[in-house]
């Protein structure tokens, strides 16, 4: 927990330093929140395990709205995760979120926030995993974290190597389309990791409401990073 109070500090404190994660206004008006939870009566009518069919009810979803980008989910209590036999955990389902979803077009521009180094990544590649995934280690202060940066193109994978810098704001991937993102409607999850726990090119991006405390204590608020106004 300690871990995790600096970390949020020290990210309140440098909140100007931070170049955008997209290629997007996440500040617009044409900015909304959706929600994902159990309450959505659209996505309790719609078939999750056909993409085709989750991407049109997220469309209706923005349209309703009047935005054009979608914001949400940091330690959101979801059920759409069971369109996925991925996140089964012997009687518990996996269903909280733990980083920031932005749903927009594929092909938008990736970026890191401030220098990195890439720490792995991987083409997680189960129906309703990350699809390609992008780790990134950053230092601040003195302390070591991570950002982790899901449901990627393929194409954000090559000519990759553990060890390659990035500057801020450099571009490091793009959102991919399914079904190469790991079969979800297009967007980035974006998660911010106060460790690695040695794993590699992955990292959990949804656990056990019996985890939460566990998790809340390793994963800051990524909008300590976003700085999103339609975001807590």
């Given at each position: 927990?300690?871990?995790?109070?600096?970390?949020?500090?020290?990210?309140s404190?440098?909140?100007?330093?931070?170049?955008?994660?997209?290629?997007?206004?996440?500040?617009?008006?044409?900015?909304?929140?959706?929600?994902?939870?159990?309450?959505?009566?659209?996505?309790?009518?719609?078939?999750?395990?056909?993409?085709?069919?989750?991407?049109?009810?997220?469309?209706?979803?923005?349209?309703?709205?009047?935005?054009?980008?979608?914001?949400?989910?940091?330690?959101?209590?979801?059920?759409?995760?069971?369109?996925?036999?991925?996140?089964?955990?012997?009687?518990?389902?996996?269903?909280?979120?733990?980083?920031?979803?932005?749903?927009?077009?594929?092909?938008?521009?990736?970026f890191?926030?401030?220098?990195?180094?890439?720490?792995?990544?991987?083409?997680?590649?189960?129906?309703?995993?990350?699809?390609?995934?992008?780790?990134?280690?950053?230092?601040?202060?003195?302390?070591?974290?991570?950002?982790?940066?899901?449901?990627?193109?393929?194409?954000?994978?090559?000519?990759?190597?553990?060890?390659?810098?990035?500057?801020?704001?450099?571009?490091?991937?793009?959102?991919?389309?399914?079904?190469?993102?790991g079969n979800?409607?297009?967007?980035?999850?974006?998660?911010?990791?106060?460790?690695?726990?040695?794993?590699?090119?992955?990292?959990?991006?949804?656990?056990?409401?019996?985890?939460?405390?566990?998790?809340?204590?390793?994963?800051?608020?990524?909008?300590?990073?976003?700085?999103?106004?339609?975001?807590?």
């Amino acid at each position: 927990m300690e871990d995790l109070k600096n970390l949020s500090k020290i990210l309140s404190r440098h909140r100007h330093d931070f170049a955008p994660v997209l290629d997007a206004d996440l500040n617009a008006d044409a900015v909304c929140t959706l929600d994902f939870s159990e309450k959505n009566t659209h996505l309790q009518a719609t078939d999750l395990t056909d993409t085709d069919a989750f991407n049109r009810t997220v469309q209706k979803m923005l349209q309703e709205q009047k935005a054009s980008i979608g914001v949400g989910g940091y330690l959101e209590d979801r059920f759409i995760y069971r369109r996925s036999k991925h996140f089964d955990v012997a009687a518990e389902s996996r269903n909280l979120h733990l980083g920031v979803d932005v749903w927009l077009d594929a092909g938008t521009a990736v970026f890191t926030p401030l220098d990195a180094t890439v720490h792995s990544f991987k083409d997680n590649n189960n129906f309703g995993d990350y699809g390609p995934t992008i780790i990134l280690e950053h230092e601040l202060e003195g302390i070591t974290f991570y950002t982790l940066y899901g449901h990627l193109s393929r194409a954000s994978l090559e000519g990759l190597e553990v060890g390659k810098r990035f500057t801020k704001g450099a571009k490091i991937a793009e959102v991919g389309p399914y079904p190469e993102n790991g079969n979800w409607p297009p967007h980035l999850h974006f998660q911010v990791m106060c460790s690695m726990d040695e794993k590699f090119g992955d990292y959990p991006g949804v656990a056990t409401t019996a985890e939460k405390a566990k998790y809340e204590a390793l994963c800051p608020n990524p909008n300590l990073i976003l700085q999103c106004r339609h975001l807590p």
